[in-house]
């Protein structure tokens, strides 16, 4: 790709394409290119949404505003299902959304676009040559260039503000593998472990992610160093954490990191991280947030460098505190909670160039809006409304630039006015899928709970909805178990599409779902099986109420702790449902607490260990575990898991599968040898969608 020019145009799936060659290149080669996953036209009958309809949706992902503000880079990643596998492509426009132009079509994956060179050149990174390097292009799409040429390649990066260094993060070695011990054992398989956290997500870990800093000679990477040598810590945060965890001062003289500097047990009891500043000509290195105890992320200097913004935890131990946003005046090292009297999380946030402005995206109430910060006096403001989510955003030139999504449409980028809070879809990447799909209509319903309190219940209902048929009626659980339930896109559990299979779908924000303010967020810790059960109960009574709903025909579903609530549901329905589906729920909680893998999870939500018979809270927890419920099960259930899922082990699926067939309880099981938590695989997302449906057809139709 060295070199390559942009110059061929193709028509793939209906779309007109920009195709790079290469000067001589054969003909073979071309119609090579011309198989490339690119934009989808599938094929849609009476408006319905199918599992293949799905996964046609052109998936955008990051994007990056010009520096004068003129032009978005974006990308957009694109499935083929025949080939098994996804195919991320690169995207310039206008900022009020004019002049799309495809920059990249390849067979390989180009990502994290960002402008470099004052907006004169463009950076990503690509993998033509098998791993993950840094590559530069013209705005046009022309010249392209490899940059950096890293060992096992590289796994995020950002240029320093004066254009002379580039931060990157890389793969560094952490523990003695068996042949490192015994070099005459180059295949023995076998893994020696001391120490706990020897496994995280989906991986055995023998590897953390480092930050390293490079100058940039002419094209190429030059005097690269590791800010963290021969440390065994990471950063960014493993599993999910990437670049958003470094940042550069606007004078190029300091790197700003994220990191847990704990190992082994300390570090799986833990979720104490902190913001270490860099000194570029000294080396010095200072904890910033040192005795700040939860989670301290995603360090972001402001324009005049003197100050630095951050998201933070309060509490060690605790994943899912209030996520604060943080300021500090560099040169007096004094804090100021900017979010005090919110009440909410802050999701994400930016910087206005006015260094007195802070915009950050919040869940709040079932949907994600925009919301302004004052640092001066703390003011908190709404700057958007409706049923959307708000996921990323930048400055634009008059306004924001958004990335958006809700139930009924997948991610696009938006111009956002922020004095009126209007925006403008300027991607419009799915419109010609969109303009001929019918969407159910998504009903924000208040529903009163046994307590006495009202929770938010999104209802969405079939295409064409007809108030005098009666129809089938799925409850949605939501995971986490304190993750939001908003105006989400989803290619697993999308509610429209189940709703575009006949089923009206009921989604409560039940107890410990963030949005609704602290106390409702924090029940559900401690008392799995308690007032959120109630709470789902509450919901689904109420809906199956209504005369369109049959309530002979009621099924559950949901994934994680989702899948857990399944499995308890199961157990204690009192005959409300027909048939239950769950995805990698929990069965077993005594299990769960020694399979997991981050134990301040598990010691924060289960409250402690199940040997301790003085605490009260564990074994409140302990007796509500599904497994102790199985006499009571009566219902047909299928059970999905992936066997690389090391969050919730594939054994808590394969236990309740078996417990269903001892029963003789209809029962079936989905298992992916290839999948973690989540289920990636194109082929492997079609096969759960027909099964899902296949299943609960069988039971509620």
Same mark, same amino acid.
């Given at each position: ?8 145009? @193709?028509?793939?799936?209906?779309? =007109? ?11 073979? $080669? ?6 490339? @996953?690119?934009?989808?036209?599938? !094929? ?55 002049? !799309?132009?495809?920059?990249? *079509? ?33 705005? #046009? ?10 060992? +096992?390649?590289? #796994? ?27 070099? #005459? ?17 989906? %991986? ?50 300091? *790197?700003?990191?994220? +990191? ?117 006096? !703390? ?11 708000? =996921? ?42 969109? #303009? ?34 009666? &129809? ?55 008392? &799995?099986? $308690? ?31 989702? $899948? ?8 204690? %329905? ?52 599904? %497994? ?50 989540? *289920? ?22």
């Amino acid at each position: 790709m060295k070199g390559k020019s942009l110059f061929m145009a @193709i028509l793939i799936g209906g779309s =007109l394409l920009s195709c790079n060659t290469t000067p001589g290149e054969s003909e073979t $080669g071309r119609k090579e290119k011309s198989e490339i @996953i690119g934009k989808a036209n599938p !094929k849609i009958e009476n408006g319905v949404m199918t599992p293949e309809v799905l996964h046609g949706f052109g998936r955008v992902g990051s994007f990056e505003v010009s520096p004068d503000k003129s032009s978005i880079l974006y990308q957009v990643t694109y499935v083929s299902i025949p080939q098994n596998k996804t195919n991320p492509e690169l995207f310039i426009m206008k900022s009020d959304g004019s002049e !799309k132009k495809q920059l990249t *079509i390849t067979n390989t994956s180009e990502s994290n676009p960002q402008w470099i060179n004052g907006g004169k050149k463009i950076a990503f990174l690509g993998n033509e040559t098998g791993t993950s390097q840094i590559w530069s292009m013209n705005p #046009d799409g022309g010249g392209m260039t490899q940059i950096s040429d890293v060992e +096992s390649g590289i #796994d995020g990066f950002k240029f320093s503000p004066d254009g002379n260094k580039v931060i990157f993060i890389k793969s560094v070695k952490s523990v003695e593998t068996a042949s490192d011990r015994y070099p #005459d054992l180059k295949n023995a398989s076998g893994r020696v472990v001391d120490d706990l956290m020897y496994k995280h997500w989906d %991986h055995w870990v023998e590897s953390v992610p480092h930050p390293f800093v490079a100058d940039l000679s002419g094209h190429k990477l030059s005097n690269i160093k590791d800010l963290m040598e021969g440390e065994p810590f990471e950063s960014p945060l493993a599993p999910f954490g990437g670049i958003e965890q470094l940042a550069w001062s606007p004078d190029s003289k300091t *790197i700003a990191y994220t +990191s847990r500097k704990k190992t082994g047990k300390d570090y799986a009891v833990s979720t104490n991280s902190d913001i270490y500043f860099y000194d570029l000509e000294s080396g010095e290195v200072r904890n910033m947030t040192e005795g700040m105890m939860g989670y301290d992320i995603n360090p972001q200097f402001s324009p005049d460098g003197t100050m630095l913004a951050w998201q933070s935890m309060e509490r060690d131990g605790y994943e899912a505190d209030k996520n604060r946003l943080f300021v500090m005046e560099i040169s007096s090292g004094e804090k100021t909670y900017l979010t005090e009297e919110f009440d909410d999380n802050c999701d994400s946030f930016i910087w206005g160039e006015d260094n007195n402005t802070i915009y950050m995206v919040s869940s709040v109430k079932g949907t994600s809006q925009i919301y302004s910060v004052s640092l001066a006096t !703390k003011q908190i403001k709404a700057l958007t409304e409706g049923k959307q989510n708000y =996921l990323s955003i930048s400055l634009g030139a008059e306004g924001l630039i958004a990335s958006r999504q809700s139930m009924s449409q997948p991610t696009e980028v938006y111009n956002v006015n922020i004095n009126i809070g209007e925006a403008t879809n300027i991607s419009q990447e799915n419109k010609h899928i969109l #303009d001929q799909l019918q969407m159910g209509e998504v009903e924000e319903r208040w529903i009163e709970t046994t307590d006495g309190k009202q929770m938010l219940t999104w209802v969405v209902y079939p295409p064409n909805f007809d108030p005098a048929k009666k &129809y089938p009626a799925l409850l949605y659980c939501q995971g986490g178990p304190q993750s939001t339930l908003d105006q989400f896109w989803s290619y697993r559990w999308n509610l429209q599409m189940m709703a575009a299979n006949g089923y009206i779908v009921v989604a409560p924000n039940r107890r410990g779902v963030p949005g609704f303010g602290s106390e409702w967020l924090e029940q559900i810790s401690g008392d &799995y099986g $308690g007032q959120n059960m109630r709470d789902y109960f509450s919901a689904i009574d109420a809906v199956a109420a209504e005369p369109y709903v049959d309530e002979n025909r009621l099924g559950a579903t949901g994934a994680s702790y989702g $899948g857990f609530s399944v499995f308890w549901l199961a157990g204690n %329905h009192n005959g409300r449902f027909k048939a239950f589906f769950s995805h990698a729920g929990i069965f077993n909680l005594e299990a769960q607490y020694l399979e997991t893998e981050e134990m301040f999870f598990a010691n924060w939500d289960m409250g402690g260990p199940y040997w301790d018979k003085s605490n009260a809270i564990a074994q409140n927890t302990y007796a509500n575990s599904p %497994h102790r419920f199985v006499e009571k099960w009566d219902t047909p259930i299928m059970i999905s898991h992936g066997e690389l899922d090391y969050r919730i082990l594939a054994s808590q699926g394969m236990m309740a599968f078996n417990a269903a067939q001892l029963r003789d309880i209809p029962s079936r099981m989905l298992i992916f040898p290839d999948e973690n938590h989540w *289920i990636a695989k194109p082929q492997n997302g079609i096969l759960f969608q027909r099964e899902f449906f296949r299943w609960f057809d069988h039971w509620l139709k």
